[in-house]
């Protein structure tokens, strides 16, 4: 069974903290009315891999084609440089609107795929620092949507060291998906745009869940559903954080009642391998998620195992959420209406 810590924060959140995830999808649903390439991504219902897994319904948001891309993180950063070009006065041309500029993000793969596309589509330049462990399938699509990438370190966290030495030295615009005092805005504006797939399941889905399920690596995507989740449906879904038990960053920040940088081995969860977790993120799960829970490296390939079975192929981060369900969850029976999210698809996708 996985580790799990109850959250002694859920409801008031940690002190102090006074920039929180925003739940309202309105801004990043206005945006997207008028970009060709959005459409809206399936929610499945897998009822017999909830009867392995010993629950009543099981939902999995579906967000391995999103946008071309194959992952979630389409929404995040392009929504941000999309809300840049719409900044730009007088423009003639979107697809001139931000011509000279550079954004530089480090990624673990798919929030550079994001900032690619969208410095793409709007004319501008992306630089990407990946971290040595990131897969070279990564490095090679982010370089087929016109990106410059460059390695740096062993770690995401050494990437993203990188990537912010280089946004100083050169004066172009950091782009990312984490935060931390003094830099909320650009991440707070990606975490925004993944409120698209957390409005769609709200309406996609039947009866609201018992139970979501949200694997997290700085957490954004976890801290931005659970914020939405908590504004549809209130404070009856319990809410769990799942994450690699390499990469705790979120559940011993929760045990220390602050954010903490932790260590451990490089996990095949790679996308969820971040041993900082965003100060943003953070603050909302404190306040949004009842119970953090971590799975390890098995669990998280029984759980890819498990969904391949059943036609849903994806990649151990994917697959987390799923994961820590099967390996075991306190409180879930035969009526328990579980959702949970199909993150990205398969790395060589």
């Given at each position: 069974m996985p580790e799990q810590l109850e959250n002694p924060f859920r409801g008031t959140g940690l002190p102090g903290q006074d920039v929180l995830p925003i739940s309202d999808p309105g801004g990043v649903r206005a945006l997207l009315a008028s970009c060709p390439a959005h459409a809206v991504t399936p929610l499945h219902e897998a009822a017999a891999l909830a009867g392995e897994a010993g629950v009543g319904r099981l939902y999995l948001k579906d967000e391995r084609a999103r946008m071309g891309l194959g992952s979630f993180k389409a929404l995040g950063a392009a929504h941000a440089i999309a809300r840049d070009a719409a900044a730009v006065p007088d423009r003639a041309d979107w697809a001139t609107a931000l011509a000279g500029r550079t954004y530089v993000t480090a990624s673990a793969g798919n929030h550079g795929l994001s900032v690619a596309t969208g410095a793409r589509i709007f004319g501008a330049a992306a630089v990407i620092f990946l971290a040595d462990t990131v897969p070279e399938a990564f490095a090679t699509r982010l370089r087929a949507r016109g990106a410059q990438v460059e390695r740096a370190g062993a770690t995401y966290e050494d990437s993203m060291a990188a990537a912010e030495a280089a946004a100083a030295a050169h004066g172009w615009a950091l782009l990312s998906?984490?935060?931390?005092?003094?830099?909320?805005?650009?991440?707070?504006?990606?975490?925004?745009?993944?409120?698209?797939?957390?409005?769609?399941?709200?309406?996609?889905?039947?009866?609201?869940?018992?139970?979501?399920?949200?694997?997290?690596?700085?957490?954004?995507?976890?801290?931005?559903?659970?914020?939405?989740?908590?504004?549809?449906?209130?404070?009856?879904?319990?809410?769990?954080?799942?994450?690699?038990d390499a990469a705790p960053a979120l559940i011993e920040s929760i045990r220390a009642g602050r954010l903490v940088t932790t260590t451990g081995p490089v996990s095949a969860m790679g996308r969820l391998d971040c041993k900082t977790p965003s100060m943003i993120a953070l603050a909302g799960l404190a306040r949004d998620a009842d119970r953090f829970v971590t799975v390890t490296e098995d669990e998280a390939a029984a759980g890819v195992a498990a969904l391949a079975r059943h036609g849903f192929a994806t990649t151990p981060s994917g697959a987390a959420g799923v994961a820590a369900l099967l390996a075991g969850l306190p409180g879930l029976d035969a009526k328990s209406r579980v959702m949970a999210i199909l993150s990205e698809g398969p790395e060589d996708g």
């Open positions: 998906d984490s935060s931390w005092p003094g830099y909320t805005e650009p991440p707070l504006r990606v975490m925004e745009g993944y409120l698209e797939l957390a409005a769609e399941a709200a309406e996609q889905i039947d009866l609201p869940p018992t139970h979501i399920l949200l694997q997290a690596g700085v957490g954004g995507l976890a801290a931005a559903v659970a914020a939405h989740a908590r504004a549809v449906w209130g404070q009856r879904p319990q809410i769990m954080v799942v994450e690699p």
